[in-house]
């Protein structure tokens, strides 16, 4: 009777200390952008780089009071060497917020080394980001990074000046720039046990080709806004994985859809939604220096859809909806200057992402952003003026077409 008493009171003890035991921490993409070489108009000289302090500013979705920071080698060469690195609270131009200042450790260490081709998560670092706040990520290294990993449509201001200046308050005479280097992604462990993300996976529309400079005014940007203004969505993260001339079936500006698609979607924390806008540049790259056959044109419809196919069932095999948005028009391109071929593909692109049972649901921005008296343009006050991406305006009048149910 003794023994059986006593191992009852252990296994009740074992049960109590599970019980206390604290759950794990989840971490839910909060800011996120696509990873990719930059061209050498875009790419920053060797000496800028070495010995150098880069500040860089991005708004976050969703906030909490914990984050962590996800810097990426993914096309070095050689190992990255990031001496220090810190957050802050944003303030005007590269100011920091006074008092929000907080040194970033990685494995408990003030410096990280970052293999060729990958990337690294810092250390969870204590810091009340609210919603929609931006907040400046900087990083001192001693050397610079062996092949760049960038996103040069950043539509935001980065700052650069030489020593190590991370916990500088203020940067003086900094040099500017207008692209993001070796930084891919903010988290923030999420309050909410059901906190979630949506990944907008696209080209220059998502990446916000016609959008203004500092002004988070890129689709995905007013997307975020309508979820954080909604009690049932506020939840949610939006990740911006748009590279601006991107395709489906060639490498462009960027690796290929498929190529990215782990590092882009399913490796990001939380994501539990995906949008789909890609197909523009394959459609339009096809005839853009001279025409091609009818057979040709079968074949990249057939292509395209195929790499739909694709994409849907990697994403669900991971748990992920998927939403396809329809393709926007472009007949008003001097880039692209379609023809009725042309014009046709698209069309029968779309009717196959708009047909039942492709997508788990269609976002209509073809219906949303076309000229009623020219269906195969873009309405005038949607323009950005060249035929092609959307003004402020019209990445508003798409942000506005995402129906808030798919992620309720």
């Known amino acids: 009777m003794k023994t059986i008493r006593t191992i009852g009171l252990a296994a009740l003890g074992v049960l109590l200390l599970g019980a206390a035991a604290p759950q794990p921490a989840r971490w839910v993409g909060s800011w996120a952008t696509a990873q990719q070489i930059p061209e050498p108009r875009n790419a920053l000289a060797d000496p800028l780089l070495t010995d150098a302090t880069l500040r860089q500013v991005v708004r976050l979705s969703m906030g909490g009071k914990h984050l962590r920071i996800q810097l990426s080698n993914a096309f070095g060469t050689e190992p990255l060497r990031v001496q220090a690195a810190h957050v802050a609270l944003a303030g005007k131009g590269a100011a920091l917020i006074v008092g929000s200042d907080r040194t970033l450790t990685f494995d408990g260490a003030a410096e990280v080394l970052i293999p060729a081709g990958a990337s690294y998560w810092s250390d969870p670092v204590t810091l009340d980001a609210p919603a929609l706040s931006s907040v400046a990520v900087s990083v001192y290294l001693p050397v610079a990074p062996k092949g760049q990993t960038s996103h040069p449509g950043s539509r935001a201001t980065s700052y650069l000046v030489h020593g190590n200046h991370v916990g500088d308050a203020a940067l003086a005479d900094a040099q500017t720039t207008e692209h993001w280097f070796q930084l891919a992604g903010v988290a923030v462990e999420a309050a909410a046990r059901d906190a979630r993300a949506v990944v907008t996976l696209g080209d220059s529309i998502t990446d916000g ?83 091609v056959s009818r057979e040709a044109h079968v074949a990249l419809v057939a292509r395209m859809i195929g790499t739909y196919r694709q994409i849907v069932a990697r994403a669900h095999a991971a748990g992920i909806k998927v939403y396809g948005a329809t393709i926007l028009p472009d007949g008003g391109s001097g880039y692209y200057h379609p023809d009725a071929q042309n014009e046709a593909d698209r069309a029968a692109v779309n009717a196959w992402i708009r047909a039942p049972g492709h997508f788990d649901a269609v976002i209509d921005f073809d219906a949303t952003m076309r000229d009623p008296a020219a269906p195969t343009k873009l309405r005038k006050d949607y323009d950005s003026g060249d035929g092609l991406h959307p003004s402020p305006v019209g990445y508003r009048a798409m942000a506005g077409k995402v129906p808030l149910g798919l992620f309720r």
């Open 209 to 291: 080709h016609g959008a203004t400079t500092n002004g988070n005014d890129r689709w995905p940007d007013l997307l975020a806004e309508r979820l954080q203004a909604d009690p049932a969505t506020r939840g949610i993260g939006v990740l911006n994985h748009g590279i601006g001339g991107n395709r489906l079936l060639a490498d462009g500006l960027g690796p290929n859809v498929l190529a990215r698609f782990d590092r882009d979607v399913l490796a990001q924390p939380g994501v539990r939604y995906l949008i789909v806008l890609e197909g523009i540049n394959d459609l339009g790259t096809l005839t853009r220096e001279a025409p």
